[in-house]
């Protein structure tokens, strides 16, 4: 961390702000000591809480063995990451938590990027959601779907975001949660992740709903993480691409700007464009996932808009 940003982050009270951050394990020993460990060399202290998946790898032992002071929740089942999480910012709320520092387990973070991230939230307290710039696990290039995200959302920005010197802060529709940091406010109004969701999307209904409530979400730059995942991706399987094509549906009907008529309206426009796109390309069999996510979605209907209204509440998803 340069000289002249340690004497300004030094001027905030690390004993009146306290931050948890929360990790979601499952069979991740790849990467756990490194995650961890990044944890507890960042420059600004923070307290550490696992929730592991039902590892199946020696991860809870690992983590027990060798990072003493990281609070351990262990979970018989697979909860997927929303539910999760969910348990790991519900521990952190009873602990009196100001800042919530979310970090998938394939994740590490630079030692001065939670004081960054505090830093700019201080300043510009309507956001909820902040994130740093994401990496690829080469430490060079842009994370691969960090960046897709940026040229989408951001492109007139694009190139200053990647050389600004200082920390700046963007406002996005969207960015994935492999790091973010979450104000109390934030989890007090938006409350956690939406247990409809059991793997992807999560992330996506939680800025929709973020977006909903007037809550900020943002990106910061002048900042860094090491995201170290496979640096494109693959459906692959039947199975994959119908998951991919439920859960695009699902994004859209839990959108809690679109009413239900809207909602309608596109997710069958989708199925009609997606269809015919296909049909006319020859891809019968990603025609045929289009049309079997569609079917699955159409049976979460019920489920869909009970989890809407539970979603418009404060402290939606959340125990504590």
């Given at each position: 961390?340069?000289?002249?940003?340690?004497?300004?982050?030094?001027?905030?009270?690390?004993?009146?702000?306290?931050?948890?951050?929360?990790?979601?394990?499952?069979?991740?020993?790849?990467?756990?000591?490194?995650?961890?460990?990044?944890?507890?060399?960042?420059?600004?202290?923070?307290?550490?809480?696992?929730?592991?998946?039902?590892?199946?790898?020696?991860?809870?032992?690992?983590?027990?063995?060798?990072?003493?002071?990281v609070?351990?929740?262990?979970?018989?089942?697979?909860l997927?990451?929303?539910?999760?999480?969910?348990?790991?910012?519900?521990?952190?709320?009873?602990?009196?938590?100001?800042?919530?520092?979310?970090?998938?387990?394939d994740?590490?973070?630079?030692?001065?990027?939670?004081?960054?991230?505090?830093?700019?939230?201080?300043?510009?307290?309507?956001?909820?959601?902040?994130?740093?710039?994401?990496?690829?696990?080469?430490?060079?290039?842009?994370?691969?779907?960090?960046?897709?995200?940026l040229?989408?959302?951001?492109?007139?920005?694009?190139?200053?975001?990647?050389?600004?010197?200082?920390?700046?802060?963007?406002?996005?529709?969207?960015?994935?949660?492999?790091?973010?940091?979450?104000?109390v406010?934030?989890?007090?109004?938006?409350?956690?992740?939406?247990?409809?969701?059991?793997?992807?999307?999560?992330?996506?209904?939680?800025?929709?709903?973020?977006?909903?409530?007037?809550?900020?979400?943002?990106?910061?730059?002048?900042?860094?993480?090491?995201?170290?995942?496979?640096?494109?991706?693959?459906?692959?399987?039947?199975?994959?691409?119908?998951?991919?094509e439920?859960?695009?549906?699902?994004?859209?009907?839990?959108?809690?700007?679109?009413?239900?008529?809207?909602?309608?309206?596109?997710?069958?426009?989708?199925?009609?464009?997606e269809?015919?796109?296909?049909?006319?390309?020859?891809?019968?069999?990603?025609?045929?996932?289009?049309?079997?996510?569609?079917?699955?979605?159409?049976?979460k209907?019920?489920?869909?808009?009970?989890?809407?209204?539970?979603?418009?509440?404060?402290?939606?998803?959340?125990?504590?």
């Amino acid at each position: 961390m340069d000289g002249q940003y340690r004497l300004r982050v030094n001027d905030l009270d690390t004993s009146a702000l306290k931050v948890f951050s929360i990790v979601v394990v499952y069979n991740g020993m790849k990467w756990l000591n490194k995650c961890l460990e990044s944890l507890e060399k960042s420059d600004y202290p923070t307290s550490i809480i696992v929730v592991d998946n039902a590892s199946s790898d020696g991860s809870q032992d690992f983590i027990r063995n060798n990072f003493p002071n990281v609070t351990l929740i262990t979970s018989p089942d697979n909860l997927g990451f929303g539910r999760a999480n969910n348990l790991g910012i519900d521990r952190a709320l009873k602990a009196g938590a100001d800042y919530y520092f979310l970090l998938n387990q394939d994740a590490f973070i630079s030692p001065d990027v939670i004081y960054k991230l505090i830093d700019v939230h201080l300043r510009h307290d309507s956001f909820g959601i902040l994130s740093p710039m994401h990496f690829a696990g080469d430490e060079i290039q842009l994370d691969y779907g960090f960046d897709a995200l940026l040229k989408k959302f951001l492109s007139k920005d694009y190139q200053k975001i990647r050389r600004d010197c200082e920390c700046k802060l963007y406002s996005i529709e969207f960015v994935n949660a492999a790091c973010w940091l979450l104000s109390v406010h934030c989890i007090h109004k938006n409350g956690g992740f939406n247990p409809i969701f059991s793997h992807y999307g999560e992330d996506n209904e939680y800025t929709s709903r973020a977006h909903f409530k007037k809550l900020g979400v943002g990106i910061v730059s002048n900042t860094r993480i090491i995201h170290d995942r496979p640096q494109a991706k693959y459906l692959g399987s039947f199975k994959k691409m119908t998951d991919y094509e439920k859960i695009a549906f699902m994004k859209m009907a839990t959108d809690l700007r679109d009413s239900s008529l809207v909602i309608t309206i596109k997710t069958v426009w989708r199925l009609i464009r997606e269809l015919a796109y296909n049909l006319l390309h020859f891809k019968l069999i990603r025609s045929l996932a289009v049309l079997s996510g569609y079917i699955q979605f159409a049976g979460k209907i019920p489920s869909i808009m009970k989890h809407r209204k539970l979603a418009g509440k404060s402290g939606s998803f959340l125990k504590a």
